[in-house]
């Protein structure tokens, strides 16, 4: 079966755009989690939903958003991007909930870049 | 602040000897503990996971081992491989949350 997929795989923005991401998880699956990750702070949660409602979010400024539609599907959402902001943003399904989860699957990942 | 840690950056074997990974933790109540591998340019893949009411479980050439008392988590690699290579993430569930220790990087020499 199709495993997670994340689009776009890479993009460039500029400081104060804004950004969409998007996340199909492996069909079935109900939870998409989300993740930033850097080579100074490291892969770090952003949020998780789980049938169409966010239920966690991590340390992250408002700017960062993002909603689940009822196939599942994911988009997280980036508004007045800033120069830190550049990072490779992961997303994640499982069948269940995060602290139910047996095994999570990872995306490839979206390479966001901001200039 | 971070609250599950790795005790080493990189860490470099022979193809054929047995590789430990470790990792430390700093909250009891955590109650989910899995180990990542991440190849370069792919997203994290799951290894193994292993409840907070064990101690040890056994993997394909993998084990992973809790010790509460000490929290502290290690996976052990069995004959480790070239394809083995890659950096290694522990990661705790808490809370709804995952949280994931910097990584390990894994360098396996022919």
């Known amino acids: 079966k199709a495993g997670v997929t994340q689009t776009p795989r890479y993009l460039i923005k500029t400081r104060g755009q804004q950004v969409t991401l998007s996340c199909s998880p492996i069909?079935?699956?109900?939870?998409v989690s989300w993740y930033q990750q850097t080579p100074g702070q490291g892969l770090q949660f952003l949020f998780e939903y789980f049938s169409e409602t966010q239920r966690n979010k991590g340390n992250f400024p408002g700017r960062f958003s993002g909603r689940q539609f009822s196939n599942s599907r994911s988009e997280m959402n980036v508004s007045t991007l800033e120069l830190g902001d550049s990072a490779l943003y992961l997303c994640?399904?499982?069948?269940?909930?995060?602290?139910?989860?047996?095994?999570?699957?990872f995306g490839e990942g979206s390479r966001l870049t901001v200039l | 602040g971070e609250s599950v840690g790795l005790h080493l950056p990189t860490l470099s074997v022979q193809e054929g000897d047995n590789s430990i990974i470790n990792c430390a933790y700093s909250?009891?109540?955590?109650?989910?503990f899995i180990w990542y591998k991440q190849e370069s340019g792919k997203g994290p893949q799951f290894i193994i996971d292993?409840?907070?009411?064990?101690d040890k479980r056994q993997g394909q050439r993998v084990t992973v081992l809790l010790n509460k008392t000490v929290k502290h988590l290690s996976l052990q690699i069995a004959a480790t491989q070239p394809g083995d290579s890659a950096v290694y993430f522990c990661a705790e569930i808490r809370y709804s949350t995952l949280t994931f220790g910097k990584g390990t990087m894994l360098l396996v020499s022919p």
């Open positions: 069909s079935g699956h109900r939870s």
């Open positions: 292993i409840r907070s009411n064990m």
């Open positions: 909250n009891s109540a955590s109650d989910y």
């Open positions: 994640a399904s499982s069948l269940g909930p995060l602290e139910l989860a047996g095994e999570l699957f």
